[in-house]
């Protein structure tokens, strides 16, 4: 294919046409199957609603396994707290029981100290 010359191709920085002029394509120029212009080809008004639907829809979905994952996330947290609050709680009650029982324990050496004290003193 040869390029046409010069002055023969129209410039397409302009929309001006000269009168008398033929400037409408009556033919659909084919390409071959390398062409970037077959590869690409225009779509009409059809294709562009039905790749924006696709687009929403595929959109929807992902809207849709975000927020069921949040949701789960969300649940999860619950569990977690509910499960350390448990846990503090159970972690304070023993905490009183070894603090009873150390004190008890304390008061019982000391008691037994004053009493070995006292009997070792009229041994003697």
């Known amino acids: 294919m040869d390029r046409p010359r010069l002055g023969d191709r129209q410039r397409s920085n302009t929309i001006i046409v000269p009168k008398g002029r033929d400037v409408v394509q009556t033919e659909r120029p084919q390409y071959p199957p390398t062409d970037a212009r077959a590869m690409s080809p225009r779509r009409n008004s059809h294709d562009i609603e039905r790749l924006e639907r696709d687009v929403r ?7 849709r396994n975000l927020q069921s994952s949040l949701a789960a996330l969300a649940e999860k947290i619950d569990e977690v707290k509910n499960d350390h609050d448990k846990l503090e709680n159970e972690n304070r009650f023993l905490q009183d029981y070894i603090g009873g029982l150390t004190r008890t324990m304390s008061r019982d050496n000391l008691g037994r100290s004053d009493r070995s004290a006292s009997t070792r ?4």
Do not use: C, P, Y
């Open 57 to 63: 829809q595929s959109l929807k979905e992902q809207a």
């Open 121 to 124: 003193k009229g041994k003697r």
